[in-house]
């Protein structure tokens, strides 16, 4: 085989294989993240923020070293919402989270689980006023529909 022509082969799957390269890095690029707000001194988001993510998830409210923490309203694409108190980036304290259909919770949160006093309602009207634990009803409540 002629040794110019070896040559030209292996040029030719070194840019195949670049292309390749380059093509499968480009599909899976990490989501981006935008933030407009404060920041410390370690530069974490603090302080009063919105940050959108690259799937259409934001969060409009109070930071606290890099995490949700205070008031804030996060929503999702699909049309959810939770509106309230955030600790360590987790629904912690009151709140409500609504669905895209009409359900709502309004109440009490723990680690991002309804927990104490809450109120369930269904889009058909139907209503849980009770008590909850790690996201579970639990104790006294009236359902009623």
Avoid: A
Wanted: proline share 2%.
């Amino acid at each position: 085989m002629n040794i110019g022509l070896l040559l030209n082969i292996k040029g030719l799957i070194k840019i195949i294989s670049l292309s390749l390269i380059i093509c499968l890095i480009s599909c899976t690029t990490i989501p981006s993240v935008q933030y407009e707000g404060d920041v410390n001194e370690e530069g974490k988001y603090h302080g009063k923020g919105v940050i959108t993510y690259s799937n259409g998830d934001k969060y409009v409210g109070e930071f606290k070293d890099g995490k949700y923490n205070g008031q804030g309203t996060f929503t999702f694409p699909d049309g959810r919402e939770y509106v309230g108190e955030f600790k360590d980036g987790k629904y912690n304290g009151q709140g409500t989270y609504t669905w895209s259909d009409g359900t709502k919770y309004v109440g009490e949160f723990k680690d991002n689980k309804y927990n104490g006093q809450g109120t369930y309602t269904f889009p058909d009207g139907r209503e849980y006023v009770g008590e909850w634990k790690d996201g579970l009803l639990n104790g006294q409540g009236t359902y009623t529909w």
